[in-house]
């Protein structure tokens, strides 16, 4: 067995989307929670940014290359399907989910007004990320203004185009996000599960689980759910990577669990 552990935070899309992948692949791998004041556990890599990736002795960043990586020494269920074709399809509406749905998600954060609903999200998220790499109170109390500060947030927020609001990115990916399933079965219209459903699935449950929203809106719009189902079949009860004390909301979908070895 090779030894594989994934370094971040929890509350990180990117190093959500890693750890699906490693899922659907069945690999077993250690998650290695990373402070993200100090970075202690990454200081190996002499860089900030998770997730990282190590498979035996080797160390890699960045979601996509590492799920390109995935592929190559771990061939079985492919991530980027099975032809150049399909892999070219497949990393165009990867680029959609990075720099749209995920930088959306952002977006609504950066701008959002310092009132009672950002703080009590922010502190949340501060919560996740402390119970399992300790934060001192202070920095856990200025969470709220922390991450409207990160230095990554307004580099990644630069790229985004400015002339529109959040709001009007979040309808934007909303009405895409709907194109991009299709008619299904899977992301982008493939008959086979790929790296677009692992890097969709666990955005779009977080909230929801982790107690952020009462409701996963999206199951109410059959499509979704039937989407829901079908990828939550390759995942675990908790595949979020925060610890399962921490899922005040779990997913309650017909197939859960039955693909998972
Ligand atoms: N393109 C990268 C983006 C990763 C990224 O933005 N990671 C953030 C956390 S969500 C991070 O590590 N920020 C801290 C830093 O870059 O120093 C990927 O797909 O993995």
Redesign the pocket.
């Known amino acids: 067995m090779t030894d594989i552990k994934l370094y971040?935070?929890s509350?990180?899309?990117?190093?959500r989307?890693?750890a699906c992948c490693l899922y659907y692949k069945q690999l077993s791998f250690e998650f290695v929670p990373v402070n993200?004041v100090e970075?202690t556990q990454i200081r190996f890599t002499g860089?900030?940014?998770?997730?990282v990736l190590q498979i035996g002795e080797e160390w890699r960043?960045?979601?996509?290359?590492?799920a390109l990586w995935l592929d190559e020494l771990f061939p079985d269920r492919p991530l980027l399907g099975r032809t150049t074709e399909s892999r070219k399809e497949i990393l165009a509406v990867d680029k959609w989910i990075?720099e749209s749905l995920?930088v959306s998600g952002?977006k609504s954060v950066y701008e959002a007004p310092m009132n009672t609903r950002l703080r009590v999200m922010a502190w949340r998220l501060a919560n996740i990320v402390s119970s399992q790499t300790p934060l001192p109170e202070e920095v856990r109390n200025a969470w709220p203004q922390l991450l409207q500060s990160?230095?990554?947030?307004k580099?990644?927020l630069r790229c985004a185009d400015t002339t529109e609001t959040a709001a009007e990115m979040r309808d934007r990916v909303g009405l895409e996000l709907i194109q991009h399933l299709g008619g299904g079965p899977f992301f982008g219209e493939r008959a086979e599960p790929s790296l677009l459903d692992f890097a969709i699935f666990p955005q779009l449950v977080f909230a929801y689980m982790v107690g952020l929203e009462d409701e996963l809106f999206i199951a109410q719009v059959p499509e979704f759910r039937a989407w829901l189902e079908r990828v939550f079949q390759f995942m675990p009860n908790n595949p979020l990577l925060v610890p399962d004390f921490m899922i005040v909301n779990p997913l309650e979908l017909a197939t859960a669990n039955s693909a998972v070895a």
Do not use: C, E, R, W
């Open positions: 971040g935070y509350t990180s899309p990117y190093v989307k890693v993200p970075n860089q900030t940014q998770v997730p960043l960045d979601s996509t290359p590492l990075s995920i952002f990160a230095p990554f947030i580099h990644m």
